[in-house]
Each structure stands twice: as C-alpha cells, then as structure tokens.
C-alpha cells in the first residue's frame, strides 16, 4: 500500500495542477502579509491590543460575508466569481504595498484594508474549494484535498519566518509588495481555468439570488445530516480544545522562553498537518471516511489533553529557564494534533464536496467557512475562560478530554455519519 503522498490529481488534471501550483505560491506571498501587518501595527503603536484588533477586522467581514460568498459562487461562473475577488484582494495588496512606502503610518487605514482583504477571501475561498470536484474525478477529492492542505501549511510555517526577514532586511513594502507578485500566481491559474457556469445554468432551469440563495442552502443543509455532521464534529474539537489561546501563557508561565517557546508551539500544528499530508498515500483510498474523522478527532483531543498532562508534570516556572524535555514533548503532542486535525479537514471537505449536489457547493462551502473561522474564535473564548479559573494545564487537559466525550456522543446520536460510504455518498 502506498505511504507517500498521492500525486496522481496533479499528473492527471492538468488544469487542477495549475490552479494547485497558482494557489500554492500565492499562499505563501499571503503568509508574508499577514506576518508584515503584524509587526507593521506594533510598530506604529507598541501595542499587543492593537495587533489583537487585527483578528477582529479580519473575522467579522468573512463571517458577516461567508454565507453570501457561498451563494454568489452557484449562481455565476465560479472561475469568473473568483478570478474577480482574486483580482480584488490583488489590488488590496498593492494598497498595503503603496501605504508601506508612503510611510502612511496608519493604524485605521492597516484595519481597513485587512477587512477590506477579509471580505475578498469570504468570496475567494468558497469559490476555490467548489471550483475543485470540476477538475478532478470524484475518487481523487481526497488525494486533491490533501496536497491543498500540505502546500497551506508549507505556506503556514515558511510565510511568516520569510515575511519577517523581508521587513528586518527591508521594509515593511518590500513583504507587501513580494506578496503581490507571487499573488499573481493565482490570477494566473485562474485566468487558465474554462469556464465553469452554475449547472442550474447548464440546465436551464431558474437560479434564485441574494439572500433567498443563501435561505436556500440553510434549508438544504438542514435536510442533509452527514454534511452536516461534517460542521459539528469539527466545532467540537475546535470549541473545547483548541489549545492556541493557551500557548502565550504556557511560554511564560509553564515551560519557560517566552514568545520563542510560544512561537514553536504555534508551528508545531503545521508541521504535524504536514508531515500527516506527506505521509497520507494510503489513507486517501479509505472508504468509511466518517470514522477517519472521529478517529482523528478522538486523536485531537488526546493529544491537547496529553500536553496538559505535560504541563501538570511540569508546574509554573521561570520564563527565563527552557524546560527542555518539557518542550520537546509538548511540540510532539501538538504536532500529532495538528496531523490529526489537518486529517479531520481533509475528509471533512471531501465529504462536504461528494456528498453535495454542484448547484449548492458554493453555499455549503460558504458555510464551512465561516465555521473554519469562528470555532476557534470561540474555542479561544472558552479554553481562556477556563485556564483563568484553573490553569492552562488543567485547560488543556479537560478541553481534550471533554472533546471526546462529547463527540462520542454526538456520533451516538448520529450512528450514520459512523457508516458513512465514499462508494455511496449519502449526504
């Protein structure tokens, strides 16, 4: 049985292979700005608050505009749809570029036009995803999905350690304005796509528009309980043990070395979905996908509560004094739950994107964004509720425990999503 990662989307689908090869190198010019506009705005106001606003300006817009994103990219041409919004955030980049040279210095303006990229990307990103089961055969969605994940997380830890080096051997502009070349990437890409109208268009029959779409994917969503099912399980890991908001804390106060340790934590999520994706060859052939999710999510929560485990063994210390062994493990535990998690998304999506009729794609995908996107905003909000009252390690530990549980519940109460098929996808 193959180990490696499979290639074969990219050998068979040459218009997949392009818009692959488009998106990977404009993921990486994006890592540059988000890492740029960071330290632009703590540059400017020496604030760790004002930085933290950044999360806030970036998340309202693309969940306010998820759903309506969703709904533009089934009833127009998905290529057209979102070729505009790339072209779109294009422009927002040589904003962010031509402000850094200028030496505009404005903190209102950086907000702006990280909503401004925001809202793009609430369009973008739905119309990407449902463009993808056009490109290639419906056997092949897991094997695409994965090498999506592996070059976003490639992008995850290389963007922002290149992204640092380009604003501390030059300029905040240069970042900006490196990212807007290599965003051309994915113009590029998309620019070579056919056209790719809605299949109700095909069809002939009436397309409904505006808010009345997106009415009508929540309804169709409603009907579907394995799609579903596909948001709650990940709004259980994600809710109850998420670990990210912990991770300032623990460099602090648990295993000492401060923003370092916290920053090699922070990556060690990307490392491990990466190495999962490399290492996934015989894993995308696997035809009871929705026990793949549980399994890997019941992995998830495991691996935060053994990092808690880690932390309790430790006890408070001194933030100058590196409790390596201490490190080592929780770098471990947190890389198996990134591996784990990057696993749950890739099967999730798959399942999303063969168990949904074409005409609706885009407004589940719409969905599925916003979900990626707030259930950690929350998880942060009840991981953090929970460490102030009893402790990060105690946080962690329960979180993960508590995300078991309730999933085995779920998953009870829902026996079919257990027995789901990818020979015979039942939405």
Known sequence: MAVLLDLTPLRSAPAYRRLWLGLSVSNLGTQFTVTAVGLQVYAITGSTFSVGVLGVCALVPLVLLGLYGGALVDVYDRRKVALVASIGLWVVSGLLALQAWLHLDSVVLLYALVALQSAGFAVNNPARSAIIPRLVEPALLPAANVLQTVSWNIAFVVGPLLGAFLVAGGDFGLAYTVDVVLFSAALWALWRLPDLPPVEAVEGAPTK?????????????????????????????MILAMPRVLLPAVGVLWLGGGAATTGELSAAFAVGAVLAGLLSGGLVRVRHQGRVIVGSIVVFGLAVAAFGLVLLGVGPTSPADVVVPALVLSFVFLALAGGADAVSSVFRQTILQAATPDAMRGRLQGVFIVVVAGGPRLGDLVLGTAADRVGEAWAALGGGLLCVVVLVV?????????????????P
């Open 209 to 237: 528009r505006g808010l009345a779409s997106v009415l009508e994917g929540l309804r169709y969503l409603a009907t579907r309980p394995n799609v579903r099912m596909t948001f709650l399980v990940d709004l259980t890991a």
């Open 410 to 426: 779920v998953i009870a109460l829902q026996r079919r999503f257990w027995d789901y098929d990818a020979h015979d996808p039942q």
